[in-house]
């Protein structure tokens, strides 16, 4: 069936330093969420992706979805404490079955 | 608005135990769905509903059942609770299914659960 895979699955940055975390399909994604989830809390949606080569942004974060609808990816610009926590894609598109990747977790050092 | 309301959030039972959990929401949402949590694992999918009345089996649907006899309000059941049962369990809703562009999820809390 459809899965993603994220990588990396743990990543240290120091902060003020840029991060990016990808989300890799064998197949053609429909669309593609992302969602942030901090130590101790529950996912929270960040954004959702549709169009092919699309690219969003939202202040310090870039998301991008590929050209083929296999990939995707979240950039941050910048890192601060507050981005700490895990970082998830999520394959959209198998009919409300979402498949969760194992997510990214971010730690930022001071 | 309390937006996904989970009760309990802990709660400690023993091998053989039974147990509900509660999810609750105020956004007239018509489908729900329950989440476990496990390290290393992700989110699984354990069942979900769209629309009162009706629920459907997820990815790990054994040793679960659920019930939506209110729109607002979606059951997780542990008949006889396992060690393996032992997670965090996330109860979600949406406004639309996948597809339909509107379709991401509200979580709420959480509850941890441990079987011993």
């Known amino acids: 069936g459809q899965q993603v895979m994220q990588i990396p699955q743990y990543q240290h940055v120091q902060e003020g330093e840029d991060f990016t975390t990808y989300c890799n399909s064998s197949?053609?994604?429909?669309?593609i969420q992302w969602y942030k989830q901090r130590p101790g809390g529950h996912p929270v949606f960040l954004i959702q992706?549709?169009?092919s080569g699309e690219v969003k942004k939202q202040k310090r974060l870039t998301f991008q979805f590929g050209e083929a609808k296999k990939n995707s990816s979240l950039h941050i610009t910048a890192t601060q404490t507050t981005d700490v926590g895990t970082y998830f894609c999520?394959?959209?598109?198998?009919?409300?079955?979402?498949?969760w990747g194992l997510g990214t977790s971010l730690a930022v050092n001071p | 608005n309390a937006g996904v309301t989970q009760t309990p959030k802990f709660r400690v039972l023993k091998t053989g135990q039974s147990m509900t959990l509660l999810c609750a929401q105020d956004?007239?949402?018509?489908?729900m769905y329950w989440y476990r949590q496990d390290p290393g694992m992700g989110l699984r999918l354990i069942h979900y509903?769209?629309?009162?009345?009706?629920?459907a089996k997820g990815e790990v649907p054994d040793g679960y059942n659920v019930s939506r006899l209110k729109k607002q309000n979606f059951l997780l059941g542990l008949e006889s609770a396992a060690p393996s049962q032992t997670s965090v369990y996330f109860c979600?809703?949406?406004?639309?299914?996948?597809?339909?562009?509107?379709?991401?999820?509200?979580f709420g809390s959480g509850t941890q659960l441990s079987v011993l």
């Open positions: 956004m007239n949402h018509e489908y």
């Open positions: 992706l549709v169009k």
């Open positions: 979600a809703s949406s406004y639309a299914p996948y597809g339909g562009g509107n379709e991401k999820l509200f």
């Open positions: 197949t053609t994604l429909s669309n």
């Open positions: 509903s769209v629309g009162e009345g009706t629920t």
């Open positions: 999520v394959n959209a598109g198998n009919n409300r079955k979402l498949i």
